[in-house]
């Protein structure tokens, strides 16, 4: 069990930006953290597959990681897919036994009274707090989230996945939250249709939780880093949109 002192530094979507995550851990460490939870999407991307592992294997505080949806294409895309454009990038990257532990994640677990998923409860690869449609993403419903949230048991979900830091209390006292991107601060996707997601600055997010008398006390977190050399990498390896998004939070 947490003891009410206890600050958990709750880290998402980094995609391989070491930068980013040196920068939010030296800040977790600095305001107190003593536990790390990780929710995957850790390694993929231009930047830093290998050196992000890394980090998170040899971390020097209690630490929960989980996979993502990117996580599991490393292993499971066809080397002939033409979605991943960093694919066989990030894979080059990584050694055997890097590849090795990422394969080794849970998509899910429950901790303490909480649920971690990278997308929704059961689907890696889905929104919780935010749907899309025809016109593109849009917060999604209460009663839509309390849908998704069917069968869940524990007090607090803690998702990832949309790169969107969110905090959201159901009727049922249910909490979810959702640290944003440590490591990717917007993007495009088309599927299942074309939408943006923006978070209109370059800062590293996520989120420290610390359990009260009342309740979760949770602190959204935006971090300066070295975005700029994580750019010029991007940049060197072929992913200039990837580099215009570390700049700026934009698309």
């Given at each position: 069990?947490?003891?009410?002192?206890?600050?958990?530094?709750?880290?998402s979507?980094?995609?391989?930006?070491?930068?980013?995550?040196?920068?939010?851990l030296?800040?977790?460490r600095?305001?107190?953290?003593?536990?790390?939870?990780t929710?995957?999407?850790i390694?993929?991307?231009?930047?830093?597959?290998?050196g992000?592992?890394?980090r998170?294997?040899?971390?020097?505080?209690?630490?929960?990681?989980?996979?993502?949806?990117?996580?599991r294409?490393?292993w499971?895309?066809?080397?002939?897919?033409?979605?991943w454009?960093?694919?066989?990038?990030?894979?080059?990257?990584?050694?055997?036994?890097?590849?090795?532990?990422?394969q080794?994640?849970?998509?899910?677990?429950?901790?303490?009274g909480?649920?971690?998923?990278?997308?929704?409860p059961?689907?890696?690869?889905?929104?919780?707090?935010?749907?899309?449609?025809?016109?593109?993403?849009?917060?999604r419903?209460l009663?839509?989230?309390?849908?998704?949230?069917?069968?869940v048991?524990?007090?607090v979900?803690?998702?990832?996945h949309?790169h969107?830091?969110?905090?959201?209390?159901?009727?049922?006292?249910?909490l979810?939250v959702?640290?944003?991107?440590?490591?990717?601060?917007?993007f495009?996707?088309?599927?299942?249709?074309?939408?943006?997601?923006e978070n209109?600055?370059?800062?590293?997010?996520y989120?420290?939780?610390?359990?009260?008398?009342?309740?979760?006390?949770?602190?959204q977190?935006?971090?300066?880093y070295?975005?700029?050399?994580?750019?010029?990498v991007?940049?060197?390896?072929h992913?200039p949109?990837?580099?215009?998004?570390?700049?700026?939070?934009?698309?």
């Amino acid at each position: 069990m947490h003891t009410p002192s206890e600050t958990i530094a709750v880290l998402s979507d980094i995609h391989g930006n070491t930068w980013a995550l040196d920068a939010v851990l030296g800040h977790a460490r600095d305001h107190g953290a003593t536990r790390v939870i990780t929710l995957g999407d850790i390694a993929y991307g231009p930047l830093d597959p290998g050196g992000v592992v890394e980090r998170l294997r040899s971390l020097d505080l209690p630490a929960i990681h989980i996979a993502g949806n990117q996580d599991r294409i490393i292993w499971e895309a066809s080397k002939e897919s033409q979605r991943w454009a960093s694919l066989d990038f990030t894979r080059s990257s990584l050694s055997e036994a890097q590849m090795d532990w990422l394969q080794s994640l849970p998509p899910e677990i429950v901790s303490d009274g909480m649920r971690l998923c990278h997308g929704s409860p059961s689907n890696d690869d889905e929104y919780l707090l935010a749907a899309v449609n025809e016109t593109g993403l849009h917060l999604r419903l209460l009663t839509d989230v309390i849908h998704k949230l069917e069968g869940v048991e524990q007090s607090v979900v803690l998702c990832g996945h949309s790169h969107l830091p969110a905090c959201v209390r159901t009727p049922a006292g249910l909490l979810v939250v959702n640290p944003g991107s440590v490591g990717l601060q917007a993007f495009s996707e088309d599927t299942p249709w074309p939408h943006l997601v923006e978070n209109r600055s370059p800062h590293a997010r996520y989120a420290l939780m610390q359990r009260g008398p009342q309740g979760w006390d949770v602190a959204q977190v935006a971090v300066t880093y070295d975005w700029e050399a994580a750019a010029r990498v991007a940049e060197s390896n072929h992913r200039p949109d990837w580099a215009r998004v570390l700049r700026s939070g934009w698309v």
